[in-house]
């Protein structure tokens, strides 16, 4: 408990050594300040706000590689990346097969993403779109398209 004592002490010692070397080295003394103010007018400079652009609506183009025309934007296509949305919490059923008829494989929960690997196919009313998750290939099957919603590549 001595040695605690010691050392602050001897912390103390030296903060009011160095405190008392500045004071008297002037350091420690308050600079006057300049009382005469002058005026000078600030140059503004006015700089216009931007024009509009006009909106050119994207259109698909051809890729001779792939053979198959690139889907625009927000469009459900094949190698498109979709997430699950609408299901309120409830998820989605995956089918073994496109339509109501399919065994229910798994629950693909609202936000999941995965990948249009086959499809569209029509029934029951929908359009089915065979999807794959990226992170686990077991997870796989297909769904309808009101519950899909296309998103950029993870």
């Known amino acids: 408990m001595k040695d605690n004592q010691k050392v602050i002490l001897g912390a103390l010692g030296i903060a009011i050594i160095l405190c008392s070397i500045t004071y008297l080295t002037g350091l420690g003394r308050g600079s006057r300040q300049n009382t005469d103010i002058s005026w000078e007018l600030a140059a503004l400079t006015i700089i216009p706000g931007p024009t509009s652009t006009p909106l050119i609506a994207p259109t698909a183009t051809h890729d001779p590689a792939l053979g ?22 409830e998820g989605l059923r995956i ?3 496109p339509g109501l008829a399919g065994e229910h494989l798994f629950l693909g929960f609202d936000t999941e993403v995965f990948q249009i690997v086959d499809g569209p196919r029509e ?27 296309a998103v950029p590549s993870p």
């Open 95 to 97: 089918r073994e097969l």
């Open 68 to 89: 198959t025309a690139t889907p625009l934007p927000g469009e459900i296509a094949l190698n498109v990346f979709v997430q699950i949305t609408g299901t309120n919490g």
């Open 123 to 149: 029934a029951d009313g929908y359009t089915w779109w065979q999807l794959l998750a990226p992170y686990d290939e077991t997870r796989t099957g297909w769904a309808a398209s009101d519950f899909l919603e």
